[in-house]
């Protein structure tokens, strides 16, 4: 399974970024895919979800900022963040359902 994560980075507060998870290997549109974020001292916490059927889920402090997106046909789940602020700094990993990571990708929000 080989995870190839892309659009992280440094934007200012109230930015946007764009994060994109495409999988090769794996029968994607068969399972459920993720967005979760790590930061120093504390465990790393589910961001958005997005099953199969197309149903999504977001965090509290997400919800109405970020969208989880999915192409079955390009195996890639995407991640549109709005609005960030300094609290959305981390490491975000894709997620494949049961347990497949990717490497993880930065993003820093910051002035």
């Known amino acids: 399974v080989e995870f190839v994560e892309s659009g992280g980075g440094l934007v200012e507060p109230g930015g946007s970024l764009r994060l994109s998870c495409t999988i090769n290997?794996?029968?994607?549109?068969?399972?459920?895919m993720g967005w979760y974020r790590e930061v120093p001292g504390k465990e790393r916490e589910l961001v958005a979800s997005i099953l199969r059927t197309g149903t999504t889920e977001y965090a509290d402090g997400v919800r109405g900022r970020f969208s989880i997106t999915r192409d079955n046909d390009k195996n890639t789940v995407s991640l549109q963040m709005n609005d960030l602020n300094p609290e959305d700094t981390g490491v975000y990993f894709c997620?494949?359902?049961?347990?497949?990571w990717g490497q993880g990708i930065q993003v820093t929000v910051s002035s």
């Open positions: 997620k494949a359902w049961p347990n497949n």
């Open positions: 290997g794996f029968p994607f549109r068969h399972h459920a």
